[in-house]
């Protein structure tokens, strides 16, 4: 069993930056695919950004390209995520979602656990 817990959300204004935390459990965090995706009400749970498990690449979707950034450091078991520039349309609840085997995927579906989301509100 993975326990992800996510921290880091808030109000801001647009321009301004957050940096969204996800502690994760178990003692092979290091092997795991990391990602996190968004959800914004009334609309389905979409990809923002996934890490393999040694940091060394990650992918984005178009949106966030160029202002988010994801991270993780395997010896806290964290995975973070820089959001820089926000917009009014980056307004949504942040989940991080661990994938235990497997590839890297911006499936929803891939995932085998989620954190219970961090509320993120871009101001204009």
């Known amino acids: 069993q993975v326990q992800l817990v996510e921290s880091g959300g808030g109000v801001v204004q647009a321009g301004g930056s957050l940096r969204l935390s996800c502690a994760a459990s178990?003692?092979?965090?290091?092997?795991?695919?990391m990602g996190w995706f968004r959800q914004a009400p009334g609309k389905e749970r979409e990809f923002v950004a996934v890490i393999n498990w040694s940091g060394s690449n990650a992918y984005y979707a178009d949106s966030v390209k160029g202002r988010f950034t994801i991270s993780r450091d395997n010896a806290k078991n964290t995975v973070y995520l820089q959001m820089n520039s926000l917009k009014p349309e980056d307004t949504a609840v942040y989940y991080c979602?661990?994938?235990?085997?497997?590839?890297?995927?911006?499936?929803?579906?891939?995932?085998?656990?989620w954190g219970q989301g961090t509320q993120v509100t871009v101001s204009s």
């Open positions: 979602a661990a994938r235990i085997r497997g590839g890297w995927t911006t499936q929803v579906s891939d995932y085998h656990y």
């Open positions: 178990g003692r092979t965090f290091s092997s795991y695919v």
